[in-house]
């Protein structure tokens, strides 16, 4: 997975050489943004940071929308909704469940619990352009996340007893580099780092019901193995999106 971003973030850097060298034949660009803008991006994210969180779920998709005004120059401001889904990791798929009062339908072996996030932010951004068709956005995204686990399996003697939710204060770095298909549509190519000011806490979705030894400190013992939770959730997400600026048309 690392090489598979340092081949996404290659990628991104020759095609930002590449327009560097195209505006080399061209005169400077003062291109200016319709001033109402939606933007809509589509990602696959890689968690990364706390070890524990690593080791407890896969990310499914991440995804966000928002609404733009531009303020002076390509400098904007927007507010936005953004939703992930995390599936529980490999390990979680096998295990035995804890619960002796399972559901009709529920397996005794394997987890189904996940993580759904809905995040309300605001946007700061800047669009830059490098050639008459390819401009580059810059934002960071800050706001709050509302996280669910839904389908947590609890030890009997657990069960309604802890909450299955948190929220958290979160900032999201963007870079995007959009190719211009009409004066007001462009697709992108975009990297994003989501960082949330929280460290997982295993107990919420029931998972240290399923370690060894349960949670010791900053860390978690799953099998032989034992991972860190010193640091706060975050992931990286690459994908793709879709500009679109409302603009008077031409009589």
Not at 36 to 60: D, H, Q, W, Y
Not at 66 to 77: A, D, G, P, Q
Not at 111 to 131: E, I, N, P, S
Not at 144 to 170: E, H, M, W
Request: glycine share 8%; proline share 3%; charged share 15%.
């Amino acid at each position: 997975m690392r090489a598979l971003y340092f081949h996404i973030l290659l990628a991104i850097v020759s095609l930002s050489v590449f327009a560097q060298e195209e505006t080399k034949t061209v005169p400077k660009i003062k291109k200016i943004l319709p001033v109402v803008s939606f933007r809509l991006a589509g990602f696959i994210p890689k968690n990364t940071a706390s070890e524990a969180f690593c080791m407890s779920f896969t990310g499914v998709y991440d995804a966000n929308f928002s609404c733009n005004v531009r303020l002076f120059n390509n400098f904007c401001v927007g507010v936005g909704y953004g939703n992930s889904l995390w599936n529980p990791a490999d390990y979680f798929k096998h295990v035995k469940v804890v619960a002796t009062s399972t559901a009709v339908g529920q397996s005794a072996y394997g987890l189904g619990t996940k993580m759904q996030v809905h995040q309300g932010y605001v946007r700061l951004g800047y669009d830059h352009f490098a050639t008459e068709k390819i401009f580059w956005s810059f934002s960071l995204n800050s706001g709050y996340g509302f996280n669910q686990y839904t389908d947590v399996r609890c030890a009997d003697s657990l069960v309604g007893k802890l909450p299955t939710s948190f929220i958290a204060f979160f900032i999201r770095p963007e870079v995007a580099v959009n190719f211009l298909v009409d004066e007001n549509f462009a697709f992108g190519i975009h990297l994003a780092y989501n960082h949330n000011f929280y460290t997982y806490d295993p107990s919420l979705n029931c998972f240290d019901n399923y370690a060894d030894k349960g949670v010791s400190g900053q860390s978690i013992k799953y099998g032989d193995a034992t991972y860190e939770n010193k640091t706060n959730i975050g992931w990286f997400s690459f994908g793709f999106g879709f500009y679109y600026g409302f603009k008077k048309k031409k009589a």
